[in-house]
T-cell receptor, first 114, second 113 residues
C-alpha cells in the first residue's frame, strides 16, 4: 500500500531553535495534515493543507503542500519546551476516495537537548 | 478533553481472549474511525463508520470487528488475541465523510500477556 516517509525520525531541540521536518511519498496526495501527539494522548491536528503549493501557518508552525503533491514539510520557529512530542504527517491519496481514511507517517520525535 | 471518549484507558488480558473497546464520538460527529498504533507500524487505519454504516476498511484483521450503534457510539471487538495485538487503539470522529481534520480520543492501551 501507499507509504509516507517521514524524516527525521527523531531530533533534539534547544529552546529558541527553529525545527524542520518533512514527509515524502511515491504517490500523489490530495490532502496533507500534520498532527502532534503528547504522551498518553491521541494525535491533535495542527495544520491541514488541501492544495498543491499551499503554505499555511498556525502560530509558530508553518507547513507547505509540495508542488509535486508528493511531499510536505512542517517548520516550527523559536521552539519552546512544550513543543516536545511526536509529530505525524498524514495524507490521503486520490484513490482513497472520499472515505476519509488517512495514511500516517511513522512520526518525528522531538526531545529537549540534554 | 477532545470530546471523543474512549474506554477503558488500559486493558490487560491473556492470549486467546476477547475484548471490546468503546468509543463515543464528539457531539454532532457522524463518522468514526479506528486506528491501531504500535511501535513498529505507526498509526494504521482499521475501519470507518458513518452514521451506522461501514464505509471503509483498512488493515483490519478478520479476528477484529467493529460496529456503530444508532446513538453513534462505536465498539471495536478484538478476539483470539495474540501477543502482537498489544498496541494503542485510537478512535477518531469527524462531522462528515471526507472531513480530514478529525478529532482523536486518548486511546485504549491493550496489553496481551
Amino acid at each position: 500500500g501507499q507509504q509516507l516517509n517521514q524524516s527525521p525520525q527523531s531530533m533534539f531541540i534547544q529552546e529558541g531553535e527553529d525545527v524542520s521536518m518533512n514527509c515524502t511519498s511515491s504517490s500523489i496526495f490530495n490532502t496533507w495534515l500534520w498532527y502532534k501527539q503528547d504522551p498518553g494522548e491521541g494525535p491533535v491536528l495542527l495544520i491541514a493543507l488541501y492544495k498543491a503549493g499551499e503554505l499555511t501557518s498556525n502560530g509558530r508552525l508553518t507547513a507547505q503542500f509540495g508542488i509535486t503533491r508528493k511531499d510536505s514539510f512542517l517548520n516550527i520557529s523559536a521552539s519552546i519546551p512544550s513543543d516536545v512530542g511526536i509529530y505525524f504527517c498524514a495524507g490521503q491519496t486520490p484513490w482513497g476516495g472520499s472515505q476519509g481514511n488517512l495514511i500516517f507517517g511513522k512520526g518525528t520525535k522531538l526531545s529537549v537537548k540534554p | 478533553d477532545s470530546g471523543v471518549t474512549q474506554t477503558p484507558k488500559h486493558l490487560i488480558t491473556a492470549t486467546g481472549q476477547r475484548v471490546t473497546l468503546r468509543c463515543s464520538p464528539r457531539s454532532g460527529d457522524l463518522s468514526v474511525y479506528w486506528y491501531q498504533q504500535s511501535l513498529d507500524q505507526g498509526l494504521q487505519f482499521l475501519i470507518q463508520y458513518y452514521n451506522g454504516e461501514e464505509r471503509a476498511k483498512g488493515n483490519i484483521l478478520e479476528r477484529f470487528s467493529a460496529q456503530q450503534f444508532p446513538d453513534l457510539h462505536s465498539e471495536l471487538n478484538l478476539s483470539s488475541l495474540e501477543l502482537g495485538d498489544s498496541a494503542l487503539y485510537f478512535c477518531a470522529s469527524s462531522a462528515t465523510i471526507g472531513n480530514y481534520g478529525y478529532t482523536f480520543g486518548s486511546g485504549t492501551r491493550l496489553t496481551v500477556v
